[in-house]
């Protein structure tokens, strides 16, 4: 049963988060210290996982993938709370009933600085806990449900895009000049979350309209999938500011922006410096590939991005490990750690990209 439960690590990751912003002060940097401490020192002290067990109940694991939006709104809901100049849903009230703890009063003492982790922990959480499943869920392009709920958790990062660009772009150019998720040598993460998010946006636009034209559909009309996501989190920001005002707005655009942001920088780690010629069919080597056993597990396997390129329609339990892959210095979250220190990012993928080149730069005219 272990090897369903490990996938509900990040509906774990969730509860510091609410309980830090319950009890406020500088209890509120309990989420995003809990997310630090159980990934990146797990992935260190657990080490290597490259199982590849059967699942006789995948309908366990699609539960797991589903439940995600219910715990983003839950995230969404307490985020407004914290900032709302009155008791939100009764929130506070139901605390004190059950527990004695006056959860208002914590509120009403808190100050500005105690919200950078909050908005810090709402980015990663949001992208753990939203992002993360909706990438499986929007590859299911044959399932209504699945691509209904991914586009509303892509929503809460201001991001659905993502689906159109990553299933019909990414995945076709990956490794070219013509990704803009993927990051070329020596470019910094920082240059990359904004070249990577104005050249998805443009380019699921571009895709967007070619499939409106081949359709004979309006540009400007509700087939328009780029407008309706756009029109999904102006939703959002729309019940924000409607629940708790203008600080409710600023804190959901915040974490939103953050959130975006990460999934950049995933995008960053994930096919930093791999380089592949247009006509090449895309190969195990094309991406960066972490076996850390908590990556894996809080990322529903996207840690195993090699077999996922090779098959993007396999569901994440599917995914085979490919440990002959290139591989991150260290699991996910600790390599998005690295990647903020330009210098060291740099110089630890080095020699990695040595290798890369000395095995398969000959496969393409980039490489060097």
Not at 13 to 33: D, H, N, Q, R, S
Not at 180 to 201: D, E, K, L, M, W
Not at 279 to 304: E, G, I, M
Not at 354 to 364: A, E, F, I, V
Request: aromatic share 14%; with cysteine.
């Amino acid at each position: 049963m272990l090897k369903y439960i490990k996938f509900s690590l990040f509906h774990l990751l969730t509860l510091p988060f609410l309980i830090g912003i319950t009890l406020g002060g500088y209890w509120m940097a309990l989420g995003v210290t809990a997310v630090l401490m159980v990934v990146v020192l797990g992935d260190v002290l657990l080490g290597d996982d490259s199982s590849e067990p059967e699942y006789a109940m995948p309908w366990l694991l699609n539960g797991l993938l589903y439940s995600s939006l219910f715990f983003v709104i839950l995230l969404f809901g307490l985020l407004l709370w914290s900032v709302a100049e009155h008791d939100l849903f009764g929130y506070g009230q139901w605390v004190m009933h059950w527990t004695g703890y006056n959860a208002l009063a914590a509120r009403e003492a808190n100050q500005w600085w105690h919200f950078l982790p909050v908005l810090l922990g709402a980015g990663l959480l949001i992208s753990i806990v939203g992002t993360i499943p909706a990438h499986e869920l929007t590859h299911r392009t044959a399932d209504r449900s699945a691509m209904l709920i991914g586009r509303w958790l892509l929503a809460f990062s201001a991001d659905c895009s993502f689906a159109i660009e990553h299933v019909y772009g990414h995945h076709r150019y990956v490794g070219t000049a013509q990704d803009p998720a993927t990051a070329p040598r020596g470019r910094t993460v920082y240059q990359h979350i904004v070249r990577s998010t104005v050249g998805g946006n443009v380019s699921a636009w571009a895709i967007e309209k070619q499939r409106l034209v081949r359709q004979q559909q309006a540009l400007f009309g509700y087939h328009n999938r780029f407008l309706r996501g756009v029109g999904m989190t102006l939703t959002l920001c729309i019940v924000a500011f409607s629940l708790a005002g203008w600080p409710g707005l600023l804190v959901f655009c915040v974490s939103a922006t953050l959130a975006k942001a990460l999934l950049e920088v995933v995008n960053y780690i994930e096919h930093y410096g791999i380089v592949r010629q247009l006509h090449q069919p895309v190969r195990p080597y094309h991406s960066w590939n972490s076996t850390k056993r908590v990556s894996s597990w809080a990322s529903f396997n996207l840690t195993r991005h090699s077999h996922h390129h090779a098959r993007s329609q396999l569901p994440f339990y599917q995914l085979k490990a490919y440990p002959d892959a290139p591989d991150l210095p260290t699991g996910y979250l600790g390599s998005v750690l690295l990647t903020l220190v330009p210098p060291l990012w740099f110089r630890l993928m080095a020699p990695k990209l040595q290798q890369w080149d000395s095995r398969y730069g000959q496969n393409t005219d980039a490489a060097g």
